[in-house]
């Protein structure tokens, strides 16, 4: 058991992290040094991410 555990953690962290990374700023935090100032305009929204059946990451902005 846990060994699945383990395994759901490490894919639950993959999708966070690509979450992340996709958003182009910095918000409370989730601090970016390369994107230092928080955009409400772009990024005021929920970050949707998944795993497709052939196994890429695919992600999209959903709307609050």
């Known amino acids: 058991i846990q060994f699945f555990e383990l395994s759901f953690a490490c894919k639950a962290a993959e999708l966070i992290v690509t979450a992340a990374l996709k958003r182009t700023e ?3 935090a989730h601090y970016r040094q390369d994107h230092p100032e928080q955009n409400d305009t772009r990024w005021q929204v929920h970050v949707q991410v998944q795993r497709l059946p052939d196994g ?3 992600w999209r902005v959903v709307h609050c």
């Open 26 to 28: 910095s918000r409370g």
């Open 56 to 58: 890429v990451l695919d």
